[in-house]
């Protein structure tokens, strides 16, 4: 029942609920997350853990979840559209003519 509100479904209006159903084909750990605005990005996220029907066939006393995510303090919007002006604006890695300059210094002393 995955969905972009205006796209696939209208959406859930503020102050209202919606009864999300569907078939489990399998148990595990998933989650869900928001497709408006810039919520995802924001932390509006978390997980969906599925039980088994039939019982573990080991024993634990604790189980922990753990999610991880790329993170940053940056505005989402100032994000994405840095990102549509430049799709490597966050590589870091990449070479500069800095690099260049220093690479063709270094292979004329060799």
């Known amino acids: 029942m995955d969905g972009v509100p205006g796209v696939s479904f209208d959406g859930?209006?503020?102050?209202?609920?919606?009864e999300y159903r569907?078939?489990?084909?399998q148990s595990g750990t998933y989650w869900y997350?928001?497709?408006?605005?810039?919520?995802?990005?924001?932390g509006i996220f978390g997980p969906l853990i599925v039980e088994s029907a039939s019982p573990e066939p080991y024993a634990y006393d604790r189980e922990y979840t753990i999610i991880l995510s790329?993170?940053?303090f940056e505005d989402p919007q100032r994000v994405f559209?840095?990102?549509?002006?430049y799709g490597g604006?966050?590589?870091?890695?990449?070479?500069t003519l800095v690099n260049h300059a220093d690479e063709a210094e270094a292979s004329c002393s060799q």
């Open 89 to 95: 604006y966050y590589n870091y890695q990449r070479r």
């Open 70 to 72: 790329d993170w940053t």
């Open 33 to 42: 997350h928001s497709h408006s605005g810039f919520q995802e990005q924001t």
């Open 81 to 85: 559209a840095n990102l549509k002006r």
């Open 12 to 18: 859930i209006r503020p102050g209202t609920t919606f």
């Open 22 to 25: 569907f078939g489990l084909r």
